[in-house]
């Protein structure tokens, strides 16, 4: 167990170009979720993939924001032309399905973090 | 819809005392999952506790312990024997649906919790 791996760390970028995330989850999850996290505040909820189909968007999400995970297993979350609202740590987690841990809790990556400038 | 609400946004507690963090939520589905996270400075989220709704116990991981009140809907976190290194961020999830379906786990907007020697 290696633990789920976000590329990269740190990413700056000027206001209107694109930017890409990978999230690579614990091999066995096949649930995959990305979350957004501003200071001092919780994680709030993007998108899920249960295997390769995402399931759920949040309506809060502009049509700025995809999300892929085309072979059930690393997901990807774009974001096109880039606000400086955008910046924010960007976190990936995965889970699995019963009969795995109680709950199926969420694995948390260590986080993108974006700087739009 | 679902929603987690954490009302207390810092706490000052100290080391050895027992501490108790505060978690209401709404959902209109009988089958729900309960978790809380924390989040020290590093930033990492780690998982400490899981209740399912038709949990007949309240859940139990070492120093840490679920005040599960269904009537009330409320998930309240106890840290017994308080430590230096629980100071850090708090945050109730929820996931709504049983953990057979994959369905999307919200947070609230934590507490904050700071450990005095």
């Known amino acids: 167990d290696t633990g789920v791996s976000q590329d990269p760390r740190h990413k700056i970028t000027k206001r209107g170009q694109n930017v890409t995330f990978r999230c690579d989850p614990i091999?066995?999850?096949?649930?995959l979720y990305w979350y957004r996290q501003t200071l001092g505040q919780g994680p709030e909820f993007l998108t899920y993939?249960?295997?390769?189909?995402?399931?759920?968007k949040s309506r809060l999400l502009s049509d700025r924001f995809s999300a892929e995970r085309p072979k059930g297993s690393f997901s990807t979350l774009e974001i096109q032309r880039t606000e400086q609202g955008d910046s924010a740590m960007y976190l990936c987690?995965?889970?699995?399905?019963?009969?795995?841990?109680?709950?199926?809790?969420?694995?948390f990556g260590n986080g993108t973090r974006l700087t739009v400038t | 819809a679902q929603k987690i609400t954490q009302t207390q946004p810092g706490m000052f507690v100290q080391e050895k005392e027992a501490v108790t963090l505060d978690c209401t939520y709404d959902t209109s589905d009988p089958s729900y999952g309960l978790f809380w996270y924390k989040q020290p400075s590093s930033g990492e989220m780690i998982f400490l506790i899981y209740?399912?709704?038709?949990?007949?116990q309240n859940a139990t991981e070492g120093r840490y312990s679920l005040n599960f009140q269904k009537a009330r809907k409320s998930a309240n976190l106890v840290i017994s024997a308080s430590q230096l290194g629980d100071s850090a961020m708090y945050f109730c999830?929820?996931?709504?649906?049983?953990?057979?379906?994959?369905?999307?786990?919200?947070f609230g907007s934590g507490t904050r919790l700071s450990i005095r020697p």
């Open positions: 091999s066995e999850h096949n649930r």
């Open positions: 993939f249960q295997n390769e189909a995402q399931l759920e």
């Open positions: 999830a929820m996931r709504e649906g049983p953990r057979s379906s994959a369905s999307k786990i919200i």
């Open positions: 987690a995965s889970s699995s399905e019963p009969p795995g841990q109680a709950g199926s809790p969420l694995h």
């Open positions: 209740q399912g709704s038709y949990d007949q």
